[in-house]
């Protein structure tokens, strides 16, 4: 049974946790990242990394790099290292491959990263890319 909580400025009651947890006591620790900074700082913590990225797979390289040669060294703040990377990008889904090139040269893909720009204002903003409110071009 959790014994509950009583701070400054929130409580938790105490309460039964169910079922009980089986194997490592301490989960692993993940941190949501931003900017090429943000995947340095998480491994320096020994945090694992949940990403977006908005360019090709392959440019992303770079900061697996720099993430993978911090994490070494990393001191975590957790139980233990969570040395893993998880990183979404876009993709189209259409009935034929011609479609889908179709959708991408039409603009359909502007407007997710002008929403990832609008709401995570840590990532790197690419030249010319507009500012909140405004997105990019349909």
């Given at each position: 049974e959790y014994e509950g909580f009583q701070g400054k400025h929130w409580q938790l009651p105490p309460r039964k946790v169910l079922p009980k947890p089986y194997g490592r006591s301490h989960p692993a620790m993940w941190y949501a990242a931003g900017s090429p900074a943000s995947y340095a700082m998480a491994a320096k913590k020994g945090l694992g990394v949940l990403g977006f990225?908005?360019?090709k797979v392959a440019d992303m390289e770079w900061v697996l790099e720099q993430y993978k040669t911090a994490v070494v060294d990393a001191?975590?703040?957790?139980?233990?290292v969570n040395d893993n990377v998880m990183v979404t990008t876009t993709a189209?889904?259409?009935?034929?491959?011609a479609e889908a090139i179709e959708i991408a040269v039409n603009g359909g893909l502007h407007y997710l990263p002008s929403l990832v720009f609008r709401y995570h204002d840590t990532f790197p903003r690419p030249e010319g890319f507009?500012?909140?409110?405004?997105t990019l071009p349909p």
């Open positions: 990225s908005i360019q001191e975590p703040v957790g139980e233990f189209i889904c259409a009935p034929t491959h507009p500012v909140w409110p405004e």
